[in-house]
C-alpha cells in the first residue's frame, strides 16, 4: 500500500518563531501560522475561515527561520503533518497535529525571497499559483 504524507501552506506567522535546542544541539524552532479562506456565501456575502497551524522545524533551516521570520510575515512552507499525543499534568489525554517544515520560502510583499531576504528572480511563469 502506497502512502504519502505532504502539506503545503501559506499564511501569516501568528508568533515570532521560538528556538531551542535538542540534547544533541540539533536547533528546533516552533511558531505557527493563519491561513485565511475566503468566499462567498449562496447570498453573495463574503465569508472568511482561518486555519491556524502549529509549525515545527529542525536544524539549519530552524536557525534561518529563527533568524529572518517574525510575526506577521507571509511564509509559504512544504512539510509532513504529524500526530503528537501527551498526558498533561490534570492527567488528562491532550493530542494535536502539528506540520513538520520540510521546506520555506520567505514571501514578503507576496515575493519570494531567499534566505539573505533578496527577491528571487523568478519569472510569471515560475511562480507559484495559489
Sequence with gaps: MANFNKIILLGNVTKDPEMSYLPSQIAVVN???AVNRKWKN???VGQTNVCFVDLRCF????ETIHKYVKKGDLLFVEGRLEFNSWVAKDN???SKHR????????????QPVDAQGQETAQTKEDKPRF
Excluded: D
Excluded at 536544524?59 to 530552524?62: E, R, T, V, W
Excluded at 506540520?99 to 507576496?110: C, D
Design 99 to 110: 506540520v513538520t517544515i520540510e521546506s520555506f520560502q520567505l514571501m514578503p510583499n507576496g
Design 42 to 44: 449562496k447570498e453573495g
Design 31 to 33: 511558531f505557527g501560522i
Design 59 to 62: 536544524g539549519k533551516q530552524a
Design 92 to 94: 488528562s489525554k491532550r
